[in-house]
């Protein structure tokens, strides 16, 4: 027993000092969903269509859309994130691939209301690199 103990004892530590060190999230990870913008074209590629409405399991999401010149347009895009269960069903039904998962993790908040992320605030998270925030 004594022969165990000192291999640990130059072992290295597996122990992450959080917040200070953050840890570094595998890339098939998922954290809070973002809305993809077409870089070109600065738009939102959701069309509204609902299908990640109707696949959502716990039924956080909520989306709606209008009709103008033949195409259809986001009007509405909002998720709770305070019960979602980071399936990421909403990302791999998506016909556009307008939802991505992020990396970001981090998301306590004191005040309930701010787990609602409108279409704004969830555009917001896309324009930052996903996995920027852990590197500076």
């Not at 291999?7 to 122990?15: C, D, H, I, M, Y």
């Not at 570094?24 to 990870?29: A, D, F, I, K």
Request: proline fraction near 5%; hydrophobic fraction near 40%; glycine fraction near 6%.
């Amino acid at each position: 027993s004594m022969i165990q103990t000192f291999k640990n004892l130059v072992r290295r530590s597996v122990t992450v000092l959080y917040p200070y060190d953050k840890i570094l999230v595998p890339e098939r990870g998922r954290g809070l969903p973002m809305l993809q913008i077409d870089p070109d074209t600065h738009r939102i590629l959701c069309t509204g269509c609902g299908e990640c409405v109707k696949i959502c399991p716990v039924g956080v999401i909520r989306a709606s859309s209008i009709s103008a010149e033949g195409k259809s347009k986001v009007k509405e895009f909002s998720i709770d994130i305070s019960n979602c269960i980071f399936c990421g069903l909403c990302v791999q039904v998506c016909p556009e691939n307008a939802l991505e998962m992020t990396y970001k993790y981090e998301l306590a908040e004191a005040d309930l209301s701010l787990f609602q992320y409108s279409l704004e605030d969830l555009v917001e998270h896309a324009r930052p690199k996903a996995r920027e925030f852990w590197l500076g």
